[in-house]
């Protein structure tokens, strides 16, 4: 039950995968506006599979739950944009009742699409989409004076691929962008005597969906125990089902 509730905790914080490389440059007047719904109601139902590293009990613990991510009311940010509450929900499998976990919001404007979560402020996309186009998106969090979030530092956000088809795993999308965030190897992890660290992040929005698909990676290795272990997570977002 412990192990459920940490798993639970870093979702908040945050198989099988195929799609279709044939990646079609979008027309010039699309700007992209269209890959995260925002009428109120809209939901979406992920697959959640996490993989925990413990390094105090020397295991990997692996768990699956469901998410239900379902936009709210709007409101006025801080600089006067409309934004939309977004309610997320959880179940530990389909039998059980949904269960309000926490709420962020997010905010569209001409440019780009924010998620403001747990008090983390992401750059999800900017416009127009363009294939190999880069941001910073997590230039708004103070990754260098906040040690818990040093590792989220030096991301470069890309769409490495736009309007293909991609399959989460769980159910298969058109019309996909696939945004690469993340992809670092610190140390040498095949080195049982030196520190070694692991960073990945990618993410799949669908057109008129919203995101199908994230995946996000981070542990440590630190070799000064006696008994050194990773210390760390997996997590996998797989989208099911929307309205």
Known sequence: MKNYYLFMLLVCVVGFLACNKQTIQPPANDLGWDFQPVNKGHYIIYDVDSIIFDDFKKSIDTFRTELKDEIGETFLDDQGRTSYYVQRSVRKNATDPWVINHSFYITKDSFKLEWNENNLRFIKMVYPVK????????????????????????WDYQYTDVLVNFNTGSASYPKCHIINQADFLEGDADKPDAFSA?????????????????????????PSSANPFRNGFTTIFRAKENN
């Open 131 to 154: 294939l190999n186009k880069k941001w910073k998106g997590n230039q708004y969090i103070a990754t260098q004076s906040a040690p818990t979030f040093r590792w989220l530092d030096g």
């Open 198 to 222: 692991k960073t990945y992040s990618q993410e799949v929005f669908s057109q008129n969906v919203g995101l199908v698909y994230r995946e996000v990676t981070r542990w440590e290795y630190q």
